[in-house]
């Protein structure tokens, strides 16, 4: 491990490994990641593998489409052979009052400013889409065909791949300790093998940010949360599109190899660490799965695993530099889309950490919550 960087990444999760890769893409030198665990071991190994670009706000509709791009052209783009199984069988954001409905239309119209191919839904049509969906109560719904999942875990390797190719160093099973400053300037990271001198230290590090801000000295907005998922047995196809309901507040997808994926937004969880899967998640789950689903009510559940959510006070990202220590950037707080960005979000720090005007005319730093600009998100599960 090198002793002496220019830039210290802390996480290898998907955001990590795509800042890493971009900046040693504009050339940044002397890049060091370092992943206390494997790589995809936090929340991106553990996600819902859902890409959608059907987002109420500029700026996220902007990073989502963009993001959707580098999906679409991983391989190209990087410059690898990897196959990240982006599977574009659609989203569809299913409504259950008129408010909700008036909602989506809005966010249609953010979308199609920047051509993302959206359209709105009867119910009629959406079971149209999804033959076995229970329609009793649905208003209406919102799809589109060009959105849907892809493997996390892929595009995480293939960040790292791609980056390493250009001279980035990453370091596994090795844990940052501490943060050295002086004044009010970052020095370098002490980590389980040792000292990295450097001069930017970048943390990406999800659900742990905090910890790691918190060597520095400092303390940010923002916590972190259980979310449980599981996954089914495999069975012939008969979803395409990622189902998504923010009010009935369920996600479900049926895989490629035919298992299905579901999570739902846990009310009342505390902010914690814990990954721990619950007996009341599995019950709960089950029950929301087999209301929308019907046919899901004879299939087995085969396992289930939790990971944190990293939530900011408007749910929405933290992609900055952090005024109070010179040398000092977090990518943080993505709550539950932190995989869909993160190729945009990669492209954004890499010009925030080289100073670089920005690629994306988004405001996602921290000192907006000192402003008062909270991002109003219509769209968040
Ligand atoms: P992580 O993947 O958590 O990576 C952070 C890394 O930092 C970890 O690997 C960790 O080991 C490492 N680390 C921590 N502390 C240290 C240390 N001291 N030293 C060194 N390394 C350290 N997003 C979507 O876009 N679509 C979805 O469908 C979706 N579904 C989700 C479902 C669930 C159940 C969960 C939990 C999340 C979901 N998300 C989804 C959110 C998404 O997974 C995250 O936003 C995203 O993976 C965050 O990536 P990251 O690289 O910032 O964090």
């Known amino acids: 491990m090198k002793n002496k960087a220019n830039v210290v990444i802390i996480g290898g999760g998907v955001v990590g490994c795509s800042i890493a890769y971009n900046l040693a893409k504009k050339g940044v030198k002397d890049v060091v990641l370092l992943e206390k665990s494997y790589l995809s071991s936090g929340a991106t190994g553990r996600c819902g593998a859902g890409v959608r670009q059907q987002w109420g706000t500029k700026q996220n509709c902007l990073l989502a489409s963009e993001s959707m791009h580098i999906f679409e052209h991983f391989e190209d783009i990087l410059q690898i052979k990897r196959d990240i199984e982006l599977k574009q069988k659609g989203y569809l954001l299913l409504a259950y009052s008129d408010k909700e409905l008036e909602q989506f239309k809005k966010n249609i119209v953010v979308q199609h400013s920047l051509n993302i191919p959206s359209i709105l839904l009867t119910p009629k049509e959406a079971k149209e889409i999804v033959s076995d969906l229970n329609i009793e109560k649905l208003v209406g719904a919102a799809y589109c065909a060009k959105d849907g999942h892809a493997n996390p ?187 869909m960005l993160a190729p945009a979000v990669g492209i954004l720090m890499a010009d925030i950490v080289t100073g670089d005007q920005l690629t994306y005319n988004v405001i996602l730093d921290l000192e907006r919550f000192n402003r008062g600009e909270i991002i109003e998100e219509p769209s968040v599960v």
């Open 153 to 339: 875990f892929q595009v995480t390797l293939g960040y790292a791949e791609a980056a390493q190719r250009l001279g980035v160093e990453i370091n596994k099973f090795t844990e940052v300790k501490d943060i050295i400053t002086k004044n009010n300037t970052a020095l370098g990271v002490q980590t389980n093998k040792g000292f990295i001198e450097c001069k930017k230290v970048v943390v990406a590090a999800g659900g742990w940010t905090q910890n790691i801000v918190k060597m520095a000295g400092l303390d940010l907005p923002i916590y972190s949360e259980r979310h449980e998922i599981l996954v089914t047995e495999s069975v012939k196809n008969v979803l395409d599109p990622m189902l998504m309901s923010f009010s009935y507040n369920i996600y479900c997808q049926q895989e490629p190899n035919g298992s299905f994926i579901m999570g739902y937004g846990p009310e009342n969880e505390p902010p914690s660490y814990n990954m721990e899967s619950s007996w009341e998640f599995l019950e709960t789950m089950s029950k929301k799965a087999t209301w929308l689903l019907p046919p899901l009510k004879n299939i087995r559940v085969i396992r289930q695993w939790a990971g944190l959510y990293n939530i900011s006070p408007d749910r929405q990202p933290i992609v900055s530099q952090i005024n109070q220590l010179e040398g000092l950037y977090v990518a943080c707080g993505f709550s539950g889309h932190g995989f």
